[in-house]
């Protein structure tokens, strides 16, 4: 008993370490990062472009030449910086120290996406959001009802 007792205890406290290692690679180092966002570009089918980034999540990020692209809106942000508390996390909140945004291009194109049956909305987060310090530099917005 007391054998299986122990190989329980050090198999959970193997698991930790190797789950924390992970994690820590993927939002602690720059490759880590940056497959995090090659993924989420891949996932999201086209929409999603990233040219390049530099630094990781935990210890700050910086996105050169992100794009968004959906049927009736283009976004396209120069440069962007996040600064954040990851570990704010564990108590429950996302606390954000900076985003900064330069040389924003929105391209709205109302009446070209499908037609939805209820408003659009933001996506509620399960968790408050604090965001201290957001910056955007050179911000262009862009109505077009006719084809582009």
Do not use: E
């Not at 122990?6 to 959970?12: M, T, V």
């Not at 630094?55 to 049927?71: E, Q, Y």
């Not at 809106?73 to 704010?88: C, E, F, G, S, T």
């Amino acid at each position: 008993m007391k054998r299986w007792l122990s190989k329980l205890i050090y198999g959970g406290l193997l698991s930790f370490v190797i789950l924390s290692a992970l994690v820590y690679m993927l939002i602690g180092t720059p490759t880590g990062t940056r497959w995090l966002l090659d993924t989420a570009a891949h996932f999201s089918h086209g929409r999603l472009t990233i040219t390049a980034s530099q630094g990781s999540l935990i210890a700050g990020l910086r996105i050169d030449d992100l794009r968004w692209h959906s049927p009736d809106l283009d976004i396209n942000v120069a440069h962007a910086i996040l600064r954040w508390r990851p570990l704010d996390l564990l108590a429950g909140r996302l606390h954000i120290d900076t985003i900064a945004v330069t040389h924003v291009l929105v391209i709205h194109r109302p009446g070209l996406a499908p037609a939805q049956s209820s408003p659009s909305t933001l996506p509620l987060l399960p968790l408050p959001v604090r965001i201290a310090n957001l910056r955007i530099h050179d911000l262009i917005v862009v109505n077009r009802t006719g084809p582009t």
